[in-house]
């Protein structure tokens, strides 16, 4: 009789502990490969380490170090782009001001020019590679 009620004690446990579905308490992520216009070897006074233009988000995110960052919401994003060159327009949008970005650039070599406000200009190396968003 004995054995009976620890086969019952046991048989009750494991399905407890089988039986318990537990909700998640954590959301689930909404994170995507989402593509962007990389902006690196930016040579100039006062240049980003590195910028991202997002294609499909209006974001951009510019690098003051490796991992330092801040983001920026952007406007007016124009891709003019040919099979051999990079052409885009785009707008920062900062709390203080509207900063132009005129991106141009050879998709061969990925050398160009970033100019900034129409009179700044920076030399840069430009590629396309997808982010997690």
Do not use: H, Q
Request: charged share 25%.
């Amino acid at each position: 009789m004995k054995n009976i009620i620890k086969y019952i004690a046991v048989f009750a446990i494991v399905l407890a502990f089988t039986s318990c579905d537990e909700e998640s308490n954590f959301e689930e992520s909404r994170t995507a490969l989402t593509p962007v216009y990389t902006i690196t070897d930016i040579t100039g006074n006062n240049a980003a380490f590195k910028i991202n233009i997002y294609k499909e988000v209006s974001v951009i995110v510019e690098y003051s170090t490796e991992v330092n960052l801040e983001s920026y919401t952007s406007s007016g994003f124009t891709d003019s782009s040919t099979e051999t060159n990079f052409e885009v327009e785009v707008n920062k949008l900062d709390d203080e001001a509207t900063v132009n970005y005129i991106l141009s650039a050879d998709k061969t070599t990925g050398e160009g020019t970033l100019t900034v406000d129409g009179t700044t200009v920076f030399n840069v190396k430009v590629s396309e590679e997808e982010v997690y968003n």
